[in-house]
């Protein structure tokens, strides 16, 4: 493999320095394109503005008729159940809550729906609007009241109930609808809806509602920084420069040693490498009496070694190669004539 690329310097010396200067060329060139485009890092997003809003609905009742319970006049609330006797009355409550102060555009429906369902399809429906509200929220928290009367709800749905009969129940929910809109901050404003559905379940002496209190919603307004630049990689820039270098360096040493090896002998070393399972050292006996052919190349030598399944002999004093044959003895060296005049023969004696 050595004798392969010292043969491939030696005969392409010149395009080889040619190739390793334009590399370096290139690694230069590479190195200033570092060093003078400049690299920006991106830093992350930053907060400028958010806003927090939230709706929670809260329940009442007061007393109103004596009972063994409570005191006429008690206001009960939050309760698990309520009891439609003693109190009749159920005050809601809508609040909303705005983590700053900032102006706010508040729209408010509190909507009763009944529905009667069969095998999940609805047989009947109906929707009351309880009660609505539309405001400016100023100071970050504003409220919504309103009253539901049980026995005028109950009295409402007997009629239903009794054209229904067993058929299907009534379900009866309250939903809350609330949509906001916030003055503008940089021009941009904040909007969205907070819904509440809750469920209205009785029995035939108490009722209460089911189902989430609360709803929120979070908004946040980023920017993003302007790239900041970053020093050059001076560490990529000093090893594609000193990559340069190497290269031309490399191409010095090229043209040094390709003028410096002998084409001819690293052939032959080059067939010794390849063809050295057919080659043995040896002394070779000069016989005048045997006829001697002349090969071109050491890899034509071993051909013929190969052919007559004979042994290259490699006689390191002669600097020659060999292979006997009976009378005839091919060989190979450098110098044509030389085994011809050790062996005082002559040209005469040369194969016709």
């Known amino acids: 493999m050595l004798a392969r690329l010292k043969l491939h310097v030696s005969n392409h010396g010149t395009e080889l320095a040619i190739g390793c200067l334009l590399a370096a060329l290139l690694l230069f060139a590479g190195a200033g ?7 920006y890092e991106q830093p992350p997003p930053e907060e400028v503005d958010s806003y927090d809003i939230e709706l929670a609905v809260t329940e009442s009742a007061v007393v109103q008729r004596d009972n063994p319970l409570y005191e006429t006049g008690t206001r009960l609330e939050s309760r698990p159940a309520y009891f439609a006797n003693f109190t009749p009355e159920l005050q809601l409550s809508a609040a909303v809550d705005g983590s700053d102060s900032r102006n706010v555009t508040l ?6 729906r009944e529905e009667a369902t069969r095998d999940g399809s609805e047989l009947w429906s109906r929707e009351r609007l309880l009660a609505s509200h539309s405001e400016t929220m100023t100071d970050g928290e504003t409220q919504l009241n309103t009253t539901l009367d049980v026995e005028d709800l109950g009295s409402d749905q007997s009629d239903v109930r009794s054209a229904l009969g067993s058929l299907a129940g009534i379900t009866t929910t309250l939903r809350i609808e609330t949509t906001y809109e916030t003055e503008p901050v940089e021009g941009e404003s904040y909007e969205g809806d907070l819904d509440l559905e809750l469920t209205f379940e009785s029995t035939s002496n108490a009722y209460w509602l089911s189902g989430t209190r609360t709803a929120s919603d979070s908004e946040t307004r980023v920017a993003r920084p302007d790239p900041v630049p970053q020093p050059p990689n001076y560490t990529l820039v000093g090893l594609l420069g000193l990559a340069g270098v190497g290269m031309v360096g490399l191409a010095g040493v090229v043209v040094h040693k390709s003028r410096g090896y002998d084409p001819q002998q690293l052939r032959i070393d080059l067939y010794n490498e390849e063809y050295g399972e057919w080659i043995s050292k040896g002394e070779l006996v000069v016989d005048p009496d045997k006829r001697y052919v002349y090969v071109d190349s050491l890899g034509d030598l071993v051909d013929i070694g190969i052919d007559a399944d004979k042994r290259v002999i490699h006689d390191s004093d002669l600097g020659a190669y060999v292979v006997v044959d009976d009378d005839l003895v091919y060989y190979f060296s450098r110098e044509s004539t030389d ?9 005469a004696s040369k194969a016709d």
Request: proline share 5%; hydrophobic share 40%.
């Open 33 to 39: 394109q570092v060093y003078t485009t400049p690299q």
């Open 107 to 112: 729209r408010q429906r509190l909507i009763l």
């Open 339 to 347: 085994i011809e005049l050790w062996a005082n023969v002559g040209s």
